[in-house]
């Protein structure tokens, strides 16, 4: 079964002329990352937020199996009733692939019930991103670290719960680290947050992070998707007997 | 330092004189769980939904280490102001116990990020908790497991993230099975969700039970509550080189 | 790319006429799993105690892919060299599947670190295993649970590791419960405990239970496998300056 | 009750006079913690690897809280008889704190079931120790990280299973970073892994350092100790009954 990918941006600094995002990203930043899952063979979709319903339509939703989510400047203009929506979708076992500063995303936080804070700095400092699971489906044909030239830094304290599984941990020219590779299992879904990504750098066009986005979808594609109900069991699996009759 | 406790109970069910629970818990279920705690020595405070802010101030927030929670019929009667507030100072530090239908609480849900669902059943059942990993403080002073010979019952698929310690695993005489003692790390707080306490047994009358919390409170106090906050790191910690200065 | 599977079987109470192993099994028990992983299209090949090397010369381990393990009453004649080199390629990366009583196999005693201890009961009980990962790669295709009808009782504590992921916990008609399917991640390998398989009744020919051992082949087929070394790093990657040249 | 410590030391670089160490640490490294310790409160005796059975006699083992441990250059002549009863004791619940090299001592490698492999480098670099987990009882009265001036660098891929706790990540100016604050559960027994402490640096004169393994010490320490044994149960807690009485 061929997976079907929904890639979300906000595009909105890619729109403003006057912003390096515009001719690194002349199409959106979605550009690379749908381009290079099609390669790859998967279905891919395009979704954004200035479209109705943010492009999250029900019958898209329903053709998902996994999300990217990529948003910034405008967290706050994402409906309620779509960040609703989307966090039951993940539930019931849709995949999500976090991107950089989606950290503070409503979505991203709700999922995680942290605030999702961190340190940040823009000063054009190398990020060397180490692979500390090299046996994780995430990290399969990387070497042992992935070099960024130029990066935003995110630095620790990142207000999440522990990671379920922690694949990368970024070293920062500037003296700081961060965990950058990040899994988490919600309900039925996968979640996988992945640090790197400022809109004015090149970095969606980085073979090494594309291929890591590769391996997300495909570890956090789903074998089910159905939701978990409450249930009133009404009937016993078992015969219920009173106290008298049990060994203890 | 004293610890000091908030223990929060919706407190509906034992007013109503035709309810069992007005019977088991004349002045609430709060009691006996309050009493136990201030019997071990610690500085108990009680809290109702039906005071101004559901009894829970600023100052009462403030003067906080660890707060239990017990709510049930009226879970939409808590105000989103008092959630946020209340989710604000678990991730700052302050400790969470989550009892029994606790489980579908704003609170909780918004702190897992999923829906809490589970099935059940009241067929006055025996369960008996299994206690999974003895050396856990939580566990202390317990033997192999705790039988409680009449409760409702909880079972599987419980919709939680996986416990970043799972302590307990209730049997169920009707054939389930639950994970009824799970910890969790948010932000800088220790959460605690502890499945029994049906408002129509005498749970919290029993001694195993009441020391279960006493361990869990100690557990979950903190030893600082500060939040953490998004910092932009002007001043990087190392001087930061182009590339051609460096190795690779 | 095939999985390639190695069955391994102490195969011995099969052998044993007297033993309802030699009628339920009476090629070995290996057979219905080999055969069922046959059927779905992987390469499997079986070794047992007895042969040379127990059948796991350096020429088997370099094409295994996923092994699985099951033994019972000649754990101590299992040769140390051989754990010694069976354990280094899970490190490097081969998947391994314990079964039943392979809890107390030095093989498994070494990756976990602890005893592997439990209670157990022979006492033809029900055994239904809970699926508390329904989202879960091994779940896939299962139902709410399986039933089987008559089986060995595992009882907690169970001396393990908290497992990475939990995904079954069963529930036994005398009043016990147990982690039942356990994954654990040790080097680049995987590695997945499940319970049920006790010799002396038809547990490998009920179809979900071949199913789940299926799945976990399936989840702990590596992506590559190789050791991780000692490296001396004489060269750093970063130009290293003395501390008055910092910013701290 | 008073924590009762072992500070247990190789103590072989410090007697050798054309070490660094031995000017470093003229008493041995165990003298600066244990004296710290003591300082404390706690009760703490010294054992070290040339005393007969290394200095960890039963007698020793039956009156330990918590251990200590440090070596580097002959992690091959620590007794295995030493190494089997130091792990059982760990099982059972004495909580255990490894330090610096011990990462490959036979002790931490059984309990592992890894290789504990890494990289290194002696290069009198900055360490920065970041704390990621800072409401985690070994964090307290720390500030967000601890600088070292010149420490022997670790990196990544460090093979060790996952930590359960995940404190403290390092960032080294050579260009790599190191899960370098490490707890784990095995058994009843609680282990805290803590990366700083080459021989050659004064690392264990540091105040936050000593604070670290302070405050390891009293997380590790456990309430109970008691082996888990096999036990057949024979007479089952509740009424096994044959399948046709069951509802399913």
Redesign the interface.
């Known amino acids: 079964m061929t997976i079907r990918v929904t890639v979300w941006n906000e595009f909105r600094h890619e729109k403003d002329a006057s912003h390096a995002a515009s001719t690194i990203y002349p199409n959106g930043l979605h550009e690379p990352i749908a381009s290079h899952l099609r390669q790859q063979g998967l279905e891919v979709r395009i979704a954004t937020l200035d479209e109705p319903e943010h492009g999250l339509t029900d019958e898209v939703l329903a053709n998902t199996d996994v999300m990217t989510w990529w948003g910034h400047m405008a967290h706050a203009e994402v409906s309620d009733a779509v960040v609703e929506k989307v966090?039951q979708r993940v539930?019931e076992?849709m995949g999500l692939i976090v991107l950089h500063s989606g950290h503070h995303s409503k979505l991203f936080k709700?999922?995680?019930?942290?605030?999702g804070?961190?340190?940040?700095?823009e000063?054009?400092?190398?990020e060397?991103i180490?692979?500390?699971?090299?046996?994780?489906?995430i990290a399969?044909?990387l070497g042992?670290y992935i070099?960024l030239?130029a990066e935003e830094?995110y630095?620790?304290?990142?207000?999440i719960?522990?990671p379920?599984?922690?694949v990368f941990?970024?070293?920062?020219?500037?003296?700081?680290?961060f965990?950058s590779g990040c899994c988490?299992?919600?309900?039925?879904?996968?979640i996988f947050y992945f640090r790197p990504g400022h809109e004015s750098y090149p970095t969606y066009h980085n073979q090494d992070v594309l291929k890591v986005i590769y391996n997300a979808v495909r570890w956090a594609a789903?074998?089910?998707i159905?939701a978990?109900?409450?249930?009133?069991?009404?009937?016993?699996?078992?015969?219920?007997?009173p106290?008298e009759?049990?060994?203890?």
């Open positions: 966090q539930l076992g709700r999922l995680m019930g942290t605030t804070n961190l340190k940040w700095r000063a054009d400092e190398r060397r180490w692979i500390v699971e090299p046996g994780h489906p399969e044909g042992e070099t030239e830094m630095g620790e304290r990142f207000d719960p522990a379920d599984e922690l941990v970024s070293w920062f020219q500037g003296g700081e680290i965990r988490w299992y919600r309900g039925r879904g996968r789903p074998h089910t159905a978990t109900p409450v249930v009133n069991v009404k009937v016993p699996l078992e015969t219920i007997t106290k009759s049990a060994a203890d």
